[in-house]
């Protein structure tokens, strides 16, 4: 009989092993751990369950989550309630992808090294860069994998950072560069809501003859607001620094690649194409590059070259990591990346395609400026900021009112899963809402959203 019907050890199994060691009991291996650390209590936790009354009480607990099929979602921040077209699903549970690792046998790995080789496809011609890597862990992986990038492609240790970038990628990045030995220049807002080109040209001319490796901006940024890339990319080279811009890659249907504005490197989060929310992740980041940094590109490329019959074939052609090459000459240490993920991305570019893209972008550009104007008509409801937007837009509640948690609690309990407040990251932003309208949201959804905010509000 087993220990534990979960585990595959029996109890004969387990004194074989210990036998094999040498070890007269379970306890003994923990001989290292001090008794004064270890927990002698009992857990707090339910006798084991048979398995139809586990599966009932876990059924229980994930009823508790505010899902997307339960709720309407106005929630965005980096996390996305997008269409996923069912045969992404279908096509990524296929064993031969499901259940894929590394593909360093090119010879037994040619379906996986295609479907990341497409994927690197369609990033290059999204972004409109040379080269783009088989992904990485997400978004903000990728933020701060660019700037030590720039850093040691320009040689210097300075990077200016738009405060309009996600909380979460600067966070991530600070850490990267705190490991590296890179300072972090913060460059503000302007009243738009925007980064603030006049306080970036002040930064970037005090940086003492061009100390800065890059400049680095997210377009459309944190607040909704789409950036003047090619003029920010025109400040950056001008003081010798590289441009690195975090996209949204569906605004990319709408809009002209950052590649085409001048920037250097393009990163930002895959979630937006055919990925799942997940209750916030996992998700994919993309990274891209000019054909001048290619091989200071983290992570893995995949290529396509010819076998010794002269037929078509991919394999694993650049991968500047310390696994592969000696440590002091790795561009990073990324050790892999995100490729059923990735798949689904491609997957759904390819059932897109480029009116596809289009059109979808439109949609969330239509929608958002609708709501934006909706919700703008509630009285009280202001829009501090000024930039054009892509799908996502701020709303500031009227002083007095309810605090926009408060307000998100209550809209809750109407079925709304509310905007996110911004006050959590920037005292000054409190009171406003930063609101994510998709393809997803119909015109009724909009109007019943603001008449529960506006009912709140009175």
Known sequence: MRNHRYLPATADDERAMLEAIGVDSIEALFADVPASVRFRGRLDVSEALGEGALLRHMKSLAARNA????YVSFLGAGVYDHHLPVVIQHIASRSEFYTAYTPYQPEISQGELQAIFEFQSYICELTGLSVANASMYDGATA?????ALAAGAAKRKRLAV????HPEARQ???TTARGLGLELAVVPVDASGATDATALAAALGAGGGGAFAAVMIQSPNFYGGIEDTAALAAAAHAAGALLVVSANPLSLGALQPPGKRGADIVVGDAQPLGIAPSLGGPTCGFFAVSEALMRRIPGRVVGQTVDRDGKRGFVLTLQAREQHIRREKATSNICSNQALLALCASVYLSVMGKQGMRDVAELNVR???YAAARLASVPGVTRPFSAPFFNEFVIRLPDGGPTVREANERLLAEGFLGGYD????DPALAGCMLVAVTEQRTKE?????ASALEAILG
């Open 67 to 70: 899902d997307l099929e339960s």
């Open 143 to 147: 933020f701060a994998e660019a700037g």
């Open 445 to 449: 959804e909009i109007d019943a959203f």
């Open 422 to 425: 911004l006050g959590r990251d």
């Open 172 to 174: 991530v990045l600070a």
């Open 162 to 165: 738009s405060a309009a970038v």
């Open 367 to 369: 929608k958002a400026h």
